[in-house]
């Protein structure tokens, strides 16, 4: 594997930084970092909370960002109106709602998207996604849940 260099002093290996031996202080700023995955699918048909969660440790990352790719499969003629909601540390912060219109027998809808949200979140805590129902119809779907720190 080849070296890139990021600066006179900076010669990174891939190696180095997939062994978790590069300092943060090290890595350019804007740098995305996996910090965990969850890539399980996760599906229901009634509001859960938490859906998926992972607890942040203290740390000096600029932001905390976490996504998700998100779905409704619903059919028949019942609404499906399922809200998706990012929360930091007990503070919900972003919501992405999915509606599948139901007006006939024969309707039928998959719906998905992706939510993401960062802020800092230095003193560490808890990060989640969880769901409501204006109308519970259709099965929903958390396909991931991504953490990652930025430096």
Do not use: C
Not at 11 to 17: D, F, Q, V
Not at 113 to 140: C, D, F, H, P, R
């Amino acid at each position: 594997m080849t070296n890139k260099t990021l600066g006179a002093t900076n010669s990174i290996t891939a190696e180095a930084i997939t062994g978790g031996k590069i300092a943060a202080a090290r890595l350019p700023a804007g740098t995305i970092i996996l910090i965990n995955t969850d890539e399980t699918d996760t599906n229901g048909t009634t509001a859960t909370n938490p859906i998926k969660s992972y607890v942040v440790a203290a740390n000096s990352y600029s932001n905390i960002l976490v996504e998700a790719e998100i779905g409704l499969v619903q059919s028949g003629n019942n609404d499906g109106n399922w809200n998706f909601i990012i929360d930091y540390a007990g503070t919900a912060k972003e919501t992405i709602p999915i509606r599948g219109k139901g007006n006939n027998a024969g309707d039928s809808h998959s719906l998905s998207g992706s939510i993401k949200y960062s802020e800092a979140l230095t003193g560490g805590g808890t990060v989640k996604i969880y769901n409501t129902a204006t109308t519970a119809n259709g099965t929903w779907h958390v396909r991931s849940f991504r953490v990652y720190g930025i430096i």
